[in-house]
Nanobody, 128 residues
Framework: QVRLVESGGGSEQPGGSLRLSCGYSGHPDGAYCMGWFRRGSGFEREGVAAVWTGNDRTYYSDSVKGRFTISRDNNKNTLDLQMNSLKTEDSDMYYC?????????????????????WGQGTQVTVSS
């Protein structure tokens, strides 16, 4: 059982920065996917950034590429999301997640369907 707890959300002005952190416990052996998602406006949560633990390859959605950075620290059991140059459209509830354990990775790292361990979320609000 993997347990995930997000922190670091809050309010910021456009152009500012926030850093989200996800503490996790019970992480499995082998390679798997870890990702940050936001609620989005569609039926499914929107993948923002992901990392494959096999070689720390990272994936980003086009909407955040160049502004957000995902990183993990396996010694501290944390998955962080550094959010720079924030825009009002980045306002949302953000979730961290773990998936792809049986397969050793995710076919679609930014797709929420392959993730089955989720945190409770942390709110990010960007406004002037």
């Amino acid at each position: 059982q993997v347990r995930l707890v997000e922190s670091g959300g809050g309010s910021e002005q456009p152009g500012g920065s926030l850093r989200l952190s996800c503490g996790y416990s019970g992480h499995p052996d082998g390679a798997y996917c870890m990702g940050w998602f936001r609620r989005g406006s569609g039926f499914e949560r929107e993948g923002v950034a992901a990392v494959w633990t096999g070689n720390d390859r990272t994936y980003y959605s086009d909407s955040v590429k160049g502004r957000f950075t995902i990183s993990r620290d396996n010694n501290k059991n944390t998955l962080d999301l550094q959010m720079n140059s924030l825009k009002t459209e980045d306002s949302d509830m953000y979730y961290c997640a773990v998936g792809g354990i049986e397969r050793g990775g995710c076919l679609s790292p930014l797709g929420p369907r392959e993730y089955y361990y989720w945190g409770q979320g942390t709110q990010v609000t960007v406004s002037s």
